[in-house]
């Protein structure tokens, strides 16, 4: 599987590392909600089909990576830098 | 200063090595750079950096992804989004560029005793690279001047293309003896000089 990194261009899989499911809300740091935590941590959709999720560059230029990925056939259909989508998140 | 000592010294063997059939296809050296210095920008001080760079290094950087330039004793080039490796056969440019760069535009990291720089050069330097790194080490897709950060296992590896038949690789001064052994046994096949 080849991932096509903003910097790098298309790199090898074994140069990246998983770092999870992209599509998590973290509660609020003060929040005592069991519920949430315990979805937030453990509640996985299992998609079948394009997947959110970050990467890490880690053996190329190391950044942080948000991917759509297709579970099913690996195709990777977008990647953009993890703090672009993450500022969206917030101003949002 | 105090004298850089190798990491390669006690597996550094001078000489023709491995397949002697059509002499050697490639050579190997240590190219024992004086400075080997990191330069990281700030988020949005990208240009800033890269003007201090050029100037204390009276190089042409560009910002492209990877752009890379170099002379008989200076070389830099982008690794990643905001950072580039500036190496200078003379001692002293990490302190050059701690002078132009200050905490507000970014950080330099004096490299110089952490990393081990070695270069390869030869008609088959695309073809042992290719069997250590999962790159296109093709002219067209790496072309000369340009730097490419990638790791082959635990050997996270900068390696600039500085000839057609040329590269330089920076490697982690701990793990360099072993990617030495590991580059001369990969050359074994071709045949090798270690100058």
Known sequence: ??????????????????????????????????AAWNAYVYDR??????????????????????IVRSTLTHEVKSVAYARDSIHERSRA | MVEIVSALEPVYRRGAHGNRDGGSAIT????????????????????????????AASLDVTADAGAGVFSDTRSAFGFAPGRWLMVDQAEGMGDTLRDRIDTQTGTVTDLSHGRTAIAIEGERAEWVLSKLFALDFSLAAFPVSVGKSTAHH??????????????????YRSFARSFWQLLCTSAEEVGYTVD
């Open chain 1, 1 to 34: 599987m080849l991932i096509p990194c903003p910097y790098c261009g298309p790199r090898d899989l074994s140069e990246f590392t998983y770092q999870g499911d992209a599509t998590r809300v973290r509660p609020d740091p003060g929040s005592t909600d069991q």
């Open chain 1, 45 to 66: 959709v299992n998609t079948a089909g394009d997947h959110s999720e970050f990467w890490q560059h880690s053996g190329g230029c190391r950044a942080h990576l948000r």
């Open chain 2, 28 to 55: 190997l050296w240590e190219t024992q750079p004086g400075s080997i210095v990191q330069v990281t920008s700030w988020p949005g001080k990208e240009g800033a950096a890269l003007a201090a760079i050029n100037a």
């Open chain 2, 154 to 171: 635990e050997f996270f590896t900068l390696i600039q293309r500085t000839a057609t038949d040329r590269f330089d690789l920076y490697v």
